[in-house]
Structures are given as C-alpha cells and as structure tokens.
C-alpha cells in the first residue's frame, strides 16, 4: 500500500502514557474548587475515562457541566505538563525513526490542545506537520476519538487520500476505521494483553516497523 501520509496518536505511541493518578488527582482538585471535598471515586473514574456526566455533575452537586469540563481539561492540562517537567512523559527511543519515514506526518491525540503543544515543544518533537489535540470544551469532548474529527482535519492539512492511523487503543483503531483510513495499531509493554475489539490493518511492536510498512527516505 502507498500511504501519501502518517498520523499517528501521542500518548502511548510518542510519548510515554500519563500515570493515571496524576489525571485522577488533578479532577479530585477540580471538584475541590467546586466546593466538592470527597467527590464519589466512582464519579472521578467516569472523569479519568474522558466521560462527561453532565446530568450527575448538576443534579448532584449543582454544577455546571461546561464549567467543569473546562476546569478539568485545564487541571489535567497543567498535572501533565507539571510531569514532564519532573522527568515524566518522556519520548520513546524508536520515535527517532519518524525521521527516515517517506511520507508527511501528523499527530492526532485525545489528550488536551495545550497538553499536546506543550510536549511536542518541550521535547523537541518537530517531526509533524500538523498536530491535534481536542479543545478543552464540551465540543472537544464530543470529538474525541473514535470520533474521526481531528484525524479528519489532519488528513485536510496534510492533503492526504491514503492514510495510515497509528495508535495504541482500541478508539484509535475505531478511529481510522470511521476515517476511512488503515491503521497500525503499536503493541507497547503497556499493551502487552491489551484485547482487540476489531482487527487493524497492521500490528507492530515498535514505530521501527513503520519502515517495513512504508520504506524510508
């Protein structure tokens, strides 16, 4: 297959994952601010899984949803970047080898804009061409993948007709199947017995085999 273009996902694929306790700490805070001090661990689960429970958010606690999801999105936000300022989040080794790849390159995550900006900044990571991740908006929250919207606007960016998506989730896989698009999906150490819910293009163990798929320049 002749790909004219590559996006791939961040965290898990280019960047190590967020520890989930930092998320989980970072949305206990945004319900502190809310004058919420022990909000229910269930509540704060449905949040680190990117949920919106609008309908709990206010009825139980009087919330405005909107406000909240911002809130979150920017607690979030800063935890991640107060990480990788610590040493965390680090780019894996074999991202090395988006260099030798032929074809133009994007980025697409469900991880916050400002989040993602800060990274790619922070650790040089200029490989990309155009880079995504969702507004930190109840809209933002609704195009998250498997929602193809920001993989979508990539591929326009990119002026792409054959694309390869590139992640290490099963939304990712849902992701580039709603796009229209092939996907590889990276099988990291953190995915070791991580079930598929449908079957992508290609499996690989590292962003190395990206070349087998596509040559290098």
Request: glycine fraction near 6%; charged fraction near 30%; avoid cysteine.
């Amino acid at each position: 297959m002749n790909y004219d273009a590559v996006v791939l996902d961040m965290d898990g694929v280019v960047i190590e994952p967020t520890d989930r306790a930092v998320i989980r700490e970072s949305i206990t805070d945004t319900f502190g601010e809310f004058g919420v001090d022990s909000p229910s661990p269930a509540l704060v689960e449905r949040l680190l899984d990117q949920e919106v429970p609008t309908e709990t958010l206010r009825e139980r606690h009087g919330i405005d949803p909107a406000e909240f999801w911002t809130q979150r999105e920017h607690g979030a936000s800063q935890a991640q970047i107060e990480a990788a300022d610590r040493g965390a989040k680090a780019p894996y080794d074999d991202v090395s080898v988006l260099d030798e790849l032929p074809t133009p390159l994007g980025l697409v995550s469900n991880n916050q804009r400002p989040t993602v900006e800060f990274l790619l900044e922070h650790h040089g990571l200029t490989y990309f061409e155009t880079a995504y991740g969702r507004e930190p908006t109840l809209t933002g929250a609704a195009r998250k993948k498997p929602d193809p919207h920001y993989i979508e606007r990539a591929l326009a960016d990119l002026d792409a007709d054959t694309a390869l998506y590139v992640g290490d989730s099963n939304v990712d896989v849902e992701a580039a199947h709603r796009a229209e698009v092939d996907s590889a999906f990276v099988r990291r150490p953190h995915r070791t017995d991580y079930a598929l819910e449908r079957e992508p293009t290609y499996e690989l163990s590292t962003l190395a085999g990206l070349t087998g798929i596509l040559g290098s320049s």
